[in-house]
């Protein structure tokens, strides 16, 4: 099974379940929504985030209305809004202008009184730069491990400028060792500026029982069951992409690929 998924045009651009990924915690759909379309489901048993990655919607969760979600024309226009729901919760999403959302999911525990809804304000997102040189890109974190709103879920958004890589030096959270390295299932969903251009993925591992290569292009995803999983931008075009995680466990511990290591050594 190949671990690219090529956008669809329509309503739905792409979906990945546990049943298609092979796989336990994460699950990913991005739908575009014209004004006044409607999207309505049920969390059940499986916690929900709703990122708003362009367009606005109003979101109903059990009868209650969080309105105006999302500002943004593109993803590249600085963060997005989103919702954190619990699982057990009715749904509505109503997209007050042409709009286009992911639904990013993972097991729900519901122990104790379990988790409230959570409306996330882009203005409050974290925002941070990471690598160097070539190696430079830009982080948006949505829903990160130190925010303790979710049992499972990890989204978070990176910018790659054209002629940069990402997610390197490679590495890798397919074990779950902590504070070595935690087991954590993953999405990306790419989307590139100006939208006629590709980029790269790889996800290999050690024995590289998994090594394929993706030109990836505008809403593909990428599902990283294990492995490295490394990205480049070639020179022109930048990538974005939204990255979904989710594990046993909800702490985000990575190695990197030894043979590639020396280069965070290198004044």
């Known amino acids: 099974m190949s671990l690219l998924v090529k956008a669809r045009p329509g309503r739905e ?26 999207e309505r489901l049920a969390t059940g048993t499986r916690e929900l985030c709703v990122v708003v990655l362009t367009g606005t919607v109003d979101v109903r969760v059990d009868g209650t209305l969080h309105a105006g979600l999302g500002q943004r024309d593109s993803v590249f226009d600085g963060p997005p809004d989103a919702i954190y729901v619990p699982g057990g919760a009715s749904v509505k999403i109503v997209a007050s202008r042409t709009a286009e959302v992911a639904l990013c999911t993972a097991p729900y525990k519901g122990e104790g009184a379990g988790h409230p809804v959570k409306r996330i304000d882009g203005r409050a997102m974290r925002l941070s730069s990471r690598g160097q040189g070539s190696n430079t890109r830009h982080v948006c974190d949505i829903l990160p491990q130190d925010d303790p709103s979710a049992d499972h879920l990890l989204v978070v958004e990176v910018i790659t400028p054209g002629g940069n890589s990402s997610s390197y030096p490679p590495h890798k959270h397919d074990r779950d060792v902590p504070p070595e390295e935690t087991l954590l299932e993953e999405t990306y969903y790419h989307r590139i500026n100006p939208p006629q251009g590709f980029a790269f993925q790889r996800v290999y591992t050690d024995d590289r029982s998994i090594d394929e290569s993706c030109a990836v292009e505008d809403h593909d995803v990428v599902m990283v069951p294990k492995g490295y999983h490394p990205c480049v931008a070639p020179h022109g075009y930048d990538l974005y992409y939204l990255n979904v995680m989710a594990g046993p466990g909800r702490l985000w511990h990575f190695k990197n690929d030894p043979a590639h290591e020396w280069m965070l050594k290198t004044p």
């Open 13 to 38: 651009i792409c979906e990945v379940t546990p049943a298609s990924a092979g796989w336990k915690h994460v699950g990913f759909k991005a739908l575009r929504l014209a004004a006044g379309d409607t």
